[in-house]
Nanobody
Framework: AQQLVESGGGSVQAGESLRLSCVVS????????MAWFRQTAGKEREGVAT????????YYADYVEGRFTISQDDAKNTLYLEISSLKLEDDATYYC?????????????????????WGQGTQVAVSA
């Protein structure tokens, strides 16, 4: 079965950096849309970064402000999200997900409903 396992979250102070990992099994991450979403209780799940794993084309939400980097290690079948200068508003559960590029645009989306495979999430708790 397809499985995505996130790790790397934890309790950090604002201004610090963090690297999240998503180990994928059951399928290879090539020719996929891989994405990181985050969610806080009471809020909708929001897409923060996507990568088309063949072209390496990336997308970031505006609020990332250059602080997030999505990357991949094909040999390890693993997706990463590097977050620098953590802010209080980054406090959330971060989810890794996998899908396919749009057959029309060949691009990845930030619509959660378009991604069929999800990890269980890793929590990032940011304190002042």
């Amino acid at each position: 079965a397809q499985q995505l396992v996130e790790s790397g979250g934890g309790s950090v102070q604002a201004g610090e950096s963090l690297r999240l990992s998503c180990v994928v099994s059951g399928f290879t991450i090539d020719n996929r849309c891989m994405a990181w979403f985050r969610q806080t209780a009471g809020k909708e799940r929001e897409g923060v970064a996507t990568v088309q794993t063949s072209s390496h084309r990336t997308y970031y939400a505006d609020y990332v402000e250059g602080r997030f980097t999505i990357s991949q290690d094909d040999a390890k079948n693993t997706l990463y999200l590097e977050i620098s200068s953590l802010k209080l508003e980054d406090d959330a559960t971060y989810y890794c997900t996998a899908g396919r590029p749009s057959p029309v645009t060949r691009a990845c989306t930030t619509l959660a409903d378009t991604y069929p495979y999800w990890g269980q999430g890793t929590q990032v708790a940011v304190s002042a």
